[in-house]
């Protein structure tokens, strides 16, 4: 059984089960199947994981589901959620925003804290710049103003450091081509290859805690997902003019030794945003729910704590 419900004006097709009950659900939204998962108790937050294409798994915060309810959807063209006609094309932000609505619609609660994490990071601001009405407060967790050769360069600048730190490291040579490897990835055998091998990097001191997270490595999945529209324009970002009118409560999150999103993104990200708090994880990388998780989640509860009082 199930009813039919509009966002925007277009149908969104719901099932009867109570759309935030622990475990995994499917709505679909457009035609297309939306896949999400339920875990924790309190406040709700929607957890948009990044990529763009990487599995949901990585995202789990079991430390964070003691004070919220997590919402974690697995954004389409990832994982058991539907792919576009057009895929791996015309994943934009904007389309992601959309589904990410329909979703908060289909909740049923008044109002959701958004955490979007990476390129869920970027997607969350445009959405909360777009669509701020049913939205409690905001968490960039290794987000970034912007896309496109700026940004690509300051990664590059971070690796070359990260390439210094462990210089003569038997694994840092599988790292470094990696990177190489991203601009011919192709399809998701290749994709989930190319995040395995970078994956050391992305952490504060993979190697020195190999043990607890190449688990994680080896298990990491991933989609191809191109980062062009259906007529094959880059969907480039630059928010920077843009986020000054965001009034939403923002917490920007980030961990001292990330690579693709570092400190500077974080920083600059809280001078734009009126009123926004910054958070630096000095023990982490890119994954500081999974390098410091009792720190990341007291961060992120009292956070939203205080958002929720405020609204």
Same mark, same amino acid.
């Given at each position: 059984?199930?009813? $039919?419900?509009?966002?925007?004006? /277009?149908?969104?097709?719901?099932?009867?089960?109570?759309?935030?009950?622990?475990?995994?659900?499917?709505?679909?939204? $457009?035609?297309?199947?939306?896949?999400?998962?339920?875990?924790?108790? @309190?406040?709700?937050?929607?957890?948009?994981?990044?990529?763009?294409?990487?599995?949901?798994?990585?995202?789990?915060?079991?430390? #964070?589901?003691?004070?919220?309810?997590?919402?974690? =959807?697995?954004?389409?063209?990832?994982?058991?959620?539907?792919?576009?006609?057009?895929? =791996?094309?015309?994943?934009?932000?904007?389309?992601?925003?959309?589904?990410?609505?329909? #979703?908060?619609?289909?909740?049923?609660?008044?109002?959701?804290?958004?955490?979007?994490?990476?390129?869920?990071?970027?997607?969350?601001?445009?959405?909360?710049?777009?669509?701020? &009405?049913?939205?409690?407060?905001?968490?960039?967790?290794?987000?970034?103003?912007?896309?496109?050769?700026?940004?690509?360069?300051?990664?590059?600048?971070?690796?070359?450091?990260?390439?210094?730190?462990?210089?003569?490291?038997?694994?840092?040579?599988?790292?470094?081509?990696?990177?190489?490897?991203?601009?011919?990835?192709?399809?998701?055998?290749?994709?989930?290859?190319?995040?395995?091998?970078?994956?050391?990097?992305?952490?504060?001191?993979?190697?020195?805690?190999? +043990?607890?997270?190449?688990?994680?490595?080896?298990?990491?999945?991933?989609?191809?997902?191109?980062?062009? $529209?259906? $007529?094959?324009?880059? /969907?480039?970002? /630059? /928010?920077?003019?843009?986020?000054?009118?965001?009034? #939403?409560?923002?917490?920007?999150?980030?961990?001292?030794? +990330?690579?693709?999103?570092?400190?500077?993104?974080?920083? &600059?990200?809280?001078?734009?945003?009126?009123?926004?708090?910054?958070?630096?994880? &000095?023990?982490?990388?890119?994954?500081?729910?999974?390098?410091?998780? &009792?720190?990341?989640?007291?961060?992120? @509860?009292?956070?939203?704590?205080?958002?929720?009082?405020?609204?």
């Amino acid at each position: 059984m199930s009813i $039919d419900t509009c966002w925007n004006g /277009d149908p969104v097709t719901i099932p009867s089960i109570h759309p935030l009950s622990d475990g995994t659900h499917t709505v679909e939204i $457009d035609g297309v199947a939306q896949r999400y998962h339920v875990h924790g108790a @309190g406040p709700v937050c929607v957890a948009h994981s990044g990529g763009p294409g990487i599995a949901w798994e990585y995202l789990r915060m079991p430390e #964070l589901e003691r004070h919220l309810t997590v919402v974690y =959807p697995e954004p389409i063209g990832t994982g058991a959620s539907g792919r576009l006609p057009s895929h =791996p094309h015309g994943y934009t932000r904007a389309r992601y925003s959309r589904f990410l609505g329909a #979703l908060i619609e289909h909740l049923g609660v008044p109002e959701v804290h958004l955490l979007g994490h990476s390129h869920g990071g970027f997607v969350v601001q445009y959405h909360a710049l777009h669509h701020p &009405e049913r939205i409690a407060g905001v968490i960039l967790y290794e987000s970034a103003p912007v896309t496109g050769p700026e940004h690509v360069a300051e990664a590059m600048r971070l690796v070359g450091l990260f390439a210094e730190r462990h210089a003569g490291h038997p694994g840092l040579p599988e790292v470094l081509a990696a990177f190489q490897e991203i601009p011919g990835i192709c399809d998701d055998a290749r994709m989930t290859a190319v995040a395995r091998g970078l994956l050391p990097a992305y952490f504060a001191d993979y190697w020195g805690r190999e +043990d607890e997270f190449s688990p994680l490595r080896a298990s990491l999945t991933a989609a191809h997902i191109s980062g062009l $529209d259906e $007529d094959l324009t880059p /969907d480039l970002i /630059d /928010d920077r003019a843009a986020l000054g009118s965001l009034s #939403l409560p923002v917490l920007v999150l980030v961990g001292r030794s +990330d690579v693709i999103c570092g400190v500077r993104w974080a920083e &600059e990200l809280q001078r734009l945003i009126p009123g926004s708090e910054l958070l630096i994880l &000095e023990g982490s990388g890119h994954f500081g729910h999974i390098e410091e998780p &009792e720190a990341f989640a007291h961060g992120v @509860g009292r956070f939203v704590t205080a958002a929720t009082a405020r609204a």
